[in-house]
């Protein structure tokens, strides 16, 4: 994340993560504050195992896109509404925006969890363990939804 400030937005993709059993790296990192430390990250997450990045940034949200110039793996953005933002429509933007060649698949307005869900289904991809635990999540939220909609009709 860009910010501590983020942390509660963000806190909701790593509890997502931790309910897969999904090992979770979390940091600040911010694009404008701390560059080389944001190019270091990004141009070494691969060779360290990671394999999505979550980045939520806030205001003018430059965090997503720019790991995802330097970075191999895919990147998920966080729009996050900030205390310096436009309604979070600045972050919405320039997180979504992004040029040809550098992907960010974006989640919305402050939704980390989403981010994490869609994370645990990319590792899903290539890891079965993942995957059972994302159908069940699946029908939990199937289950969910007709158990209210049966308790409506009483």
């Not at 965090?63 to 509404?81: D, F, H, N, R, Y």
């Not at 974006?106 to 890891?127: F, P």
């Amino acid at each position: 994340m860009g910010s501590i400030s983020d942390m509660p937005v963000m806190q909701e993709a790593i509890d997502i993560l931790k309910g897969f059993d999904i090992e979770t790296e979390v940091d600040i990192v911010s694009a404008h504050r701390t560059p080389e430390k944001l190019f270091d990250f990004s141009k070494n997450a691969h060779t360290r195992g990671i394999s999505v990045i979550i980045a939520g940034a806030g205001g003018a949200a430059h965090l997503p896109g720019m790991v995802a110039s330097m970075s191999p793996l895919p990147v998920i953005g966080v729009p996050v509404k900030s205390s310096n933002s436009i309604d979070g429509w600045d972050s919405v933007l320039s997180i979504l925006q992004m040029p040809g060649g550098v992907p960010v698949a974006t989640v919305a307005l402050n939704g980390a969890k989403n981010a994490g869900i869609l994370a645990a289904q990319i590792i899903a991809s290539h890891d079965k363990y993942v995957l059972d635990k994302i159908v069940f999540y699946k029908e939990s939220l199937k289950e969910a939804v007709n158990k209210a909609s049966n308790e409506l009709k009483k």
